[in-house]
């Protein structure tokens, strides 16, 4: 099965001709460069809106691929596992990326109030380009768009850089210089652990389907 990010990186080159470009700071090194998913920008604002619109793509598709997620749990069961307890971590994982969602809208929103000129065009080509690491989902056999769909997690620098955004613009207002990388700031007790998912089991035969 191609993984999560050979598949997004596939989408995003697709869809990297037809978007319009993005500000960027300074070239990245390799070693930041790898930190960032594929096709993202590398500003935090940027970076945010496109963590967004993947987010919510995926969120999107839920509906359309739980049927099949749950014939390939059923007939794939891991040894000792619960077939209950598993669906569970689906609507657990749907209730965070309501939370994440709602933390990348705070962020993008302060970020655009701190903004000394408008930044709403950005944002929203940033999204749109987030959105098309979905693109091809209707194009997918519905076994495939389900396995890639399971096996997705949100980048973890999606929450980190979404909370300094939001800190940051908050604190400093108009002074915030909203073209240039940072370090996400480490997260404080309490704070949205990083919406990750554990990969399906690997299926010895091929999933029917589509």
Same mark, same amino acid.
Request: include cysteine; charge should be negative.
């Given at each position: ?6 598949? %997004?990186? +596939? ?13 960027? %700071? ?7 460069? +790898? %930190? ?22 995926? @969120? ?27 669906? @569970? ?7 965070? /990326?309501?939370? &994440? ?11 655009? @109030?701190? /903004?000394?000129?408008?930044? &709403? ?13 979905? /693109? ?6 519905? +076994?495939?768009? %389900? ?64």
């Amino acid at each position: 099965m191609i993984t999560p990010i050979l598949f %997004a990186l +596939a989408l995003a080159a697709q869809d990297t001709e037809a978007a319009a470009p993005i500000e960027t %700071a300074a070239p990245a090194t390799p070693e930041v460069e +790898a %930190a960032y998913p594929p096709g993202a920008p590398r500003d935090p604002y940027g970076l945010v809106a496109w963590c967004y619109g993947a987010l919510s793509a995926h @969120k999107g598709l839920r509906d359309q691929v739980m049927p099949e997620v749950i014939r390939i749990e059923t007939a794939y069961r891991r040894p000792g596992s619960s077939l209950a307890q598993d669906l @569970k971590s689906y609507d657990e994982l749907d209730e965070l /990326s309501v939370r &994440n969602l709602a933390l990348f809208s705070r962020a993008m929103e302060a970020a655009e @109030k701190a /903004s000394p000129r408008p930044i &709403n065009a950005q944002g929203a080509e940033a999204l749109r380009r987030g959105r098309g690491t979905w /693109s091809r989902a209707a194009d997918l056999p519905r +076994a495939r768009l %389900a396995q890639e769909w399971m096996s997705w997690t949100l980048p973890a620098r999606c929450e980190t850089t979404a909370a300094t955004l939001e800190q940051r613009a908050l604190l400093m207002g108009p002074a915030f210089d909203l073209s240039a990388e940072f370090e996400p700031l480490i997260p404080e007790a309490g704070a949205v652990e990083p919406q990750t998912e554990e990969a399906p089991a690997p299926i010895d035969e091929p999933v029917a389907g589509g």
